[in-house]
């Protein structure tokens, strides 16, 4: 007999939950939506439009008292920390949508808060489940490039018809969030960083774009650029440098667009996340391209390891101290570009 399915709250209706969340909840494996904190009359309107019957809710407390068995953070930047908290203290499992908090100090005391309350923490990096990233990692893992040298990582996007999100922290702490873990994920930790940031035109202290260098342990140095409104050709998603052979990936597998346009991993069926031939990588080697048939990207797979550690059958999907990691060395970014110098992170995990 199956187990049911895990009750996973959600905390927001805007773009975030509405578009990012919610859909792939839906679609994952051994999950159901049970109920959303939604205050706004816009919200909850659109909220029954969308998915008819589901909960709504005016508290993470009176989502916890429906009898949700985890909750999703999924609101503005600087109600993160606070919500997590209260869940925390609520004793519910809880995934807070990345940037996890605006510093590692706050997300390092956060996640101590959880270990002390033996509650589920995690932290949204959905990233790790693109279908260009999932390449990469299985090409790098089976050795086909020899020992990895250098990597360049491109996450960009053209403008936006909203104009930039100014409320977000800036495209260092938003784009980098995803780009940073992925190439720790990657490459393990770093011990030194370098960084330039492209401050948006017009709005005060915020930055637009960046360009991150770094030196990872194991000597590998990956290159990780960002831009929120990068106009013309992006150029490759990931070229990766190895002894034997470099890995060029063209793009990702655009599970962005078809969410925000309305389109679900239910709506499509065995086609999402799918990569036509014509946008496969390839390995470069003596001259010669060799293309890579590219995995399929799935978001909704976080949620499927969601369900099973709430159940005890599993890890969490990502764990909260990678997200402090990243955020350390954020944060070495932004202080490497004000300074114009190299600059070693803080630690992430204590110990």
């Not at 990582?153 to 930039?164: K, V």
């Not at 391209?289 to 099973?308: C, E, I, K, M």
């Amino acid at each position: 007999m199956s187990a049911p399915p895990v009750r996973i709250g959600l905390v927001g209706y805007g773009k975030g939950g509405r578009l990012f969340h919610a859909p792939l909840i839906e679609h994952a494996e051994g999950c159901e939506l049970g109920g959303v904190v939604v205050r706004s009359p816009e919200r909850r309107a659109a909220l029954a439009a969308d998915l008819p019957g589901v909960p709504v809710a005016g508290s993470l407390a009176e989502l916890a008292d429906a009898g949700v068995d985890a909750v999703v953070v999924t609101t503005p930047l600087d109600s993160h920390v606070p919500l997590v908290r209260e869940a925390i203290d609520l004793g519910l499992p809880v995934v807070c949508d990345k940037p996890f908090a605006r510093d590692a100090a706050a997300a390092r005391e956060t996640v101590l808060a959880a270990e002390r309350a033996g509650v589920l923490l995690t932290v949204y990096q959905n990233r790790r489940w693109d279908a260009d990233y999932r390449t990469v990692r299985e090409v790098v893992a089976a050795g086909t490039l020899g020992e990895v040298l250098h990597v360049e990582s491109r996450m960009e996007q053209p403008p936006q018809p909203e104009g930039l999100p100014v409320t977000g922290g800036g495209a260092l702490l938003d784009l980098g969030s995803h780009a940073v873990d992925q190439a720790l994920h990657l490459f393990g930790p770093v011990r030194s960083v370098y960084a330039e940031l492209t401050m948006a035109p017009g709005v005060d202290g915020v930055d637009a774009g960046f360009f991150v260098a770094l030196r990872h342990d194991g000597g590998v140095t990956s290159h990780v650029t960002g831009n929120w409104a990068r106009q013309g050709d992006v150029g490759s998603r990931f070229r990766v440098d190895g002894a034997a052979a470099t890995l060029v990936v063209p793009d990702d597998d655009g599970q962005t667009a078809p969410l925000m346009a309305g389109r679900t991993p239910r709506s499509e069926g065995a086609a999402w996340g799918t990569v036509p031939e014509s946008r496969w990588g390839a390995v470069h080697r003596g001259g010669v391209a060799v293309p890579v048939p590219s995995q399929r990207g799935d978001w909704s797979a976080f949620y499927t390891g969601l369900a099973r550690a709430v159940r005890g059958d599993g890890p969490p999907p990502v764990d909260p101290w990678d997200a402090v990691s990243c955020l350390a060395v954020l944060e070495a970014a932004r202080a490497s570009a004000a300074r114009g110098q190299v600059v070693a992170p803080a630690a992430g995990r204590p110990g």
